[in-house]
């Protein structure tokens, strides 16, 4: 419900802070003394759009704020999750402030938001309901929802079991028609990935190979060099002449004869012995290196083949032999696809056709239930109708066969009314008078108040053109809707006004010259004053007092 709402220089307000409660509350007072001004504002929080004009004269901008209570509402707990926005304590904050400069600031729960999301919340936030209101219940787009959530969860499992069905059935039409329509470029495309496919068997590239033969390659074109150089090195270790290990051997022998005398020289002779034996196990590893140097040309051939052809594939696929072989993986992966069962249009066409057998039976069973949902609908609808004294008045849920299926099913469904008898059935947004309206509008959100889980809604001066009798009906289904959420009125009848749980009465007066609006809370004897006022104008008498009291008294107490 709406908690809080804060306005601060907008239209002709200059600062007001309203607390609101469950139930029902309204709105009195004076033509133009701001009663309108709080619906406006309320509008720019759920996402209408805002102009500089509505900047009270002289101020720079105008703030606005209201605090909702969402609790138990998972859809927008969802919206808000998905959008990184937190809920403490089941408080919803949003914060609006328009600039001279047209620029609109929008918060929600400190999160800068856009209009759009703004919008999307405030949809099930509030709900104004108008005397010319082309809301959701006149919009004829928006009647199978509201019947199916009528139907409740039977219904809605009915409706489940027809969309599973439509989603399968859709994703098989569309792979026939993507076959269709480009069967030429698919086949172009099939024989260009079996053709990367069998180039990349052949080649049958190991993953490192280039790198290994490279290195191969490196020894077989410097054979010589090699050998000349592993020849030389042997020499210098062991030649007759006297190689490298014989002077390190007489070395060693020698620091060895004086290693007695000093510890000093018994560490060099250490460290010479070590080099002496590191120096015969190198010798030994070139022997072996020299004995194992082979060329072999044909090999060389061979390898340079190899790597034209590594080369020739990597400027095809990738820069490296890893990079190519990740491409075979993708060449693969694609024609699996392409060549599964499902690119067979015929296989598809057979399971499009047993799905659009299946479908077609769910559909019927759809539409049968949902007559019958639309049956109790009507009689629920009309049951209001007689209560709000339009017994003459008829509501009933016409439906209109559509070719083919859509996500919904195959069928359009039209709210239609008759508001007097002998005049005929006319679709719902073609009602013309202004009490009829009202009253229709009531019977309406009575039966969808539970459906459309709306948190507030509020009737702008809803109740225009009716009196009497009439006005107690309306107020009675005002009480009624206020069960589950709650009702915000604008009203100038006394009834109404007498039937609300709150009330706050709105006023102007003109300060230094300028324009306030003040808004203030009745307790029990201010609403008996406020509602003498609309029985008897500003000459309130005690007689008045007494008829508005027992009004209160009489009405006050509807369920």
Known sequence: MLENLIIENFAIIEKISLQFDEGMTVLTGETGAGKSIIIGALLLLTGGRANSDMIRHGSKKAILQAIFNVKNNQVIMAQLSDQGIDVEDNQLIIYRELNQNGRSVIRINGVLVNLKFLALIGRQLVDIQGQNDT???????????LLDAFGGE?????????????????AVTQRIRQIQSSQQEMTQRLDLLQFQQQELIDADLKPNEEDDLVDARGKLINYKKIADRLNNTQ?????DQGG??????????????????DDAYAE??????DSYYTAQEVGRDIDEQISELTYDEEQLIRIDERLQLIHSLERKYGSTVNDVLMFKQKVDAELAVLNDDTFNIEQLQIKQNNLRQSLRQKAMRL????????R???????????????????????FESIEGFTSSGSEKVQFYVQTNVGEGMLPLSKIASGGETSRLMLALKTTFAKQQQIISIVFDEADTGVSGRVAQAIARKMLTIASTSQVFAITHLPQVAAAANHHFLIAKTTDSDR?????????????????????????????????????RAKIGNLT
């Not at 109708?385 to 849920?397: I, P, T």
């Not at 003040?518 to 008829?547: Q, R």
């Open 135 to 145: 809301q959701q219940l006149l919009n004829s787009d928006e009647h199978l929802m």
């Open 154 to 170: 039977q219904l809605q499992k009915v409706k489940s079991l027809y969309l599973n069905e439509f989603l399968d059935f859709k």
């Open 235 to 239: 020499l210098a270790l062991n030649s």
């Open 244 to 261: 490298a290990i014989d002077l390190l051997a007489e070395a060693m022998h020698e620091l060895q004869e004086i290693a007695e005398y």
């Open 268 to 273: 060099l002779a250490k460290t010479i012995a």
């Open 367 to 374: 539409r049968e239930n949902r007559q019958q949902v639309a």
């Open 376 to 398: 109790e609908l009507e009689q629920n609808v009309n049951a209001q109708l007689s209560e709000l004294l339009m017994s003459g008045a008829q509501f009933a849920v016409e």
């Open 515 to 551: 324009t306030v609006t003040h808004v203030t809370p009745l307790d029990e004897s201010g609403k008996a004053h406020a509602i003498a006022m609309m029985l008897s104008g500003d000459d309130v008498t005690e007689m008045a007092l007494a008829n508005a009291k027992e009004l």
